[in-house]
């Protein structure tokens, strides 16, 4: 396959919230509560709410810049590209990136929207989280309809409340869930305990994919407070394998056996050697810890149930009759900095070029299996050859790619520790 | 290759400690405060020292068992093979398994000996872990010379007393030393402190290895309280990566470029994706967090500093060349529960004619590593053509591999959760 003919789409991309997000969104009632975006004196702008201020508006936001101002920079929203926060501008860089389709996860209510898991006030959070998903499905995505792959979060204190919220955006044609990859570490039931039960029931019932993104329950991989950054950075994807064990081995799958899991910026690598690990420790200890697939192998009940992507991969490109490749997608991560945008397409290309990828595997990575998986039909609003990398970079033709006068205003700061980043990343 | 003349060296086995261990063997002054093993009225065997009890003495220790008999059990001597603490049935264990040699790590001081790290008298101490390590490295290696490979255990609490130990143990000639995966996991200063390089000195100054056990820092992984213990048995080896991204971006490497560090029980499946990432990690990222290898890349780095193993690993035979065949070994994990024992070379053998592994590279991973790695020649003792698979098994035709009347003694106990699971693991 040509480069210009791919047709990308990216399970895993981040929207830095506009400071506009709730107005006209609330209850009247509530109309003062809604979280809001204030300036400090030192020129950070934050979220503020329910008297927490939640820094690192970018988390990470550094799409355009050059590697050496990457950072947890920056912390206002004149040192981002527009792209971050605008559609408008989303919708170019992504055509200048050669992206048809994205779906983007949160940032300042987290990944899971834990933020709003503390609230006393639970008709309140229940609002904002209604509200940021009616912004969501209707302003992000709907200004742009082929463009973006809606995905709500949830009401993490009350999976009834969560279930009814996953149905209603299934009436309005959302079927993703970002969810976090370890209730435990919230402090919630485990993904053992029944208590996800009436959650779980919706999902399989709207066709909805729970999407867990590394990350999600705040617990990143910190070896020790001296670390240096490169050491989480590193194992980040690695860590998903835990929450893929803890799913593959819990009674989630088996008591709804059509649930799909998305392992969200999980790298796809490690998976073969994951599945021999399975497979191993069921034939080694079934017989004492008494776990029961009904026959199945756990490496089976992993690709039944677990979706799987990745930005750049080139064992699991190796590997991906074993993972099961009806389970592989790729990913963008726009505007972080493990993002190749805006040349991710000549990467992929190269890669599965260089170890053989099918075009047919490749249209399957690259959006066939996310347009399943997600419900998400872009060809059905935009004719399929203008969806490929070639026609729509020829569209922007001319749009700045390495602008980053944004990051111009970027301040002078101290040596960041590991812990500060954790922190930040986890916020 | 034939299956009877692969010759076998295993780098990660376990020895039970047999109660005499310690007798003769200390100054007269602390003769009475050794460490010594007890029967609890509920018919358990314990070992006791410094007024705390280390109960599960077999660590696991379930060779010979059916694998519904599998489990934390036994606690008594008497529901164990003899071969698990004596030295000469261990022996004939290892000829019917079709193993030449082994490396032996310590079961009740901890696998890195951290048991003794919270003694007050640390004269005291001190002379607890010579007498261990004399009795290791004279008896349990000694015995049969050209069995065992010699492994002391450190003085954790001091760098500089440790560094007199492995200088000790090298004019014996033993080149290996067991060590804790993370030590700031133990509450000590972290890979990332200057505080350990006395110890790093006397390990580059004798060739040395330093042997990082999974779960030698007391952390297993644990997801949720609730969750099954599978999900523990399956993350074991991959979370050893932690280890391998601590240290290869740390000042270790950098410092002592002559330094070998070995992830014992690994695995090395997950590595070539892992060697992925590190470089990613560095292309992406260096130039704002400020690593610098002189010019190497991260994968190059691991390579040249640390060695792998794996029990049984069909993906990790598939990327010998990324991993590094010549940083490669075998292991056979006697006498605990993800053994392959006695049908180990069984196994392997399969392994290698399925994925086309060369004699020469077989013969690396099964022996000639391992020889290299820790100074051990057993070919001078004991001549190449009798240490065969082959050999081995038919000086001990009629050996019972299957017996297990020693599990006969074993108790009724109740259901063993995760956290019981993780705490006996890591007592």
New interface residues.
């Given amino acids: 396959m040509n480069l210009d003919d791919m047709i990308m789409i990216s399970v895993d991309d981040h929207v830095v919230e506009p400071p506009h997000l709730f107005d006209g969104r609330m209850p009247a009632k509530f109309a003062d509560q809604a979280p809001k975006v204030i300036t400090t004196p030192q020129g950070d702008d934050v979220w503020t709410y329910n008297g927490a201020v939640i820094p690192n508006i970018g988390l990470n936001a550094v799409a355009g810049r050059?590697?050496?101002?990457?950072?947890i920079e920056p912390t206002a929203f004149t040192e981002m590209r527009r792209g971050c926060y605008d559609i408008h501008e989303r919708v170019k860089d992504m055509s200048a990136g050669g992206v048809l389709a994205a779906m983007c996860f949160p940032s300042f209510p987290s990944f899971s929207g834990r933020l709003f898991l503390a609230d006393d006030d639970r008709e309140l959070s229940a609002a904002v989280v209604r509200a940021y998903n009616d912004w969501h499905i209707d302003e992000w995505c709907g200004t742009y309809p082929e463009r973006h792959i809606p995905m709500i979060i949830p009401m993490l204190w009350d999976p009834v409340a969560s279930a009814a919220e996953v149905r209603r955006a299934a009436a309005k044609g959302c079927h993703s869930l970002t969810f976090t990859e370890?209730p435990?570490s919230l402090g919630l039931p485990?993904?053992?305990?029944a208590h996800w039960d009436p959650l779980w029931q919706a999902i399989v019932e709207t066709e909805t994919v729970l999407n867990i993104h590394l990350g999600s329950s705040g617990k990143l991989?910190v070896?020790?407070?001296?670390?240096?950054?490169?050491?989480m950075?590193?194992?980040q994807?690695?860590?998903i394998?835990?929450?893929a064990?803890?799913l593959?081995?819990?009674r989630v799958f088996k008591e709804f056996p059509t649930i799909k899991v998305a392992l969200s910026e999980g790298?796809t690598?490690?998976i073969?050697?994951?599945l021999?690990?399975?497979d191993?420790?069921?034939d080694?200890?079934?017989?004492?810890?008494g776990?029961n697939f009904d026959g199945r192998m756990p490496s089976e009940v992993f690709r039944d149930h677990i979706l799987t992507c990745f930005i750049?991969?080139?064992?699991?490109l190796q590997?991906l009759d074993e993972i099961g490749v009806d389970n592989v997608c790729w990913e963008q991560d726009y505007p972080h900095?493990?993002s190749s945008w805006p040349t991710a397409p000549e990467e992929l290309h190269g890669q599965a070029v260089e170890y053989g990828v099918s075009d047919a595997n490749l249209d399957k990575i690259t959006h066939e299996n996310a347009m399943r998986w997600y419900h998400f039909d872009p060809f059905a609003i935009r004719p399929k050859e203008q969806c490929t990398v070639g026609a729509l970079r020829a569209e922007v033709a001319g749009h700045d790619v390495a602008e980053h006068a944004y990051s111009t205003g970027r301040r002078e700061r101290s040596t960041i520790s590991l812990g500060d980043l954790a922190a930040s990343a986890t916020a």
Avoid: K
Avoid at 190 to 193: E, G, N, P
Avoid at 284 to 289: E, L, N, R
Avoid at 312 to 316: F, K, Q
């Fill in positions: 050059p590697r050496e101002e990457y950072g370890n435990a485990s993904f053992h305990s991989a070896t020790a407070p001296d670390a240096p950054m490169d050491v950075i590193t194992l994807p690695m860590n394998c835990m929450a064990a803890d593959v081995w819990s790298g690598g490690w073969p050697y994951f021999d690990r399975l191993r420790t069921y080694m200890h079934h017989a004492w810890t776990q750049s991969d080139p064992v699991g590997h900095s493990d």
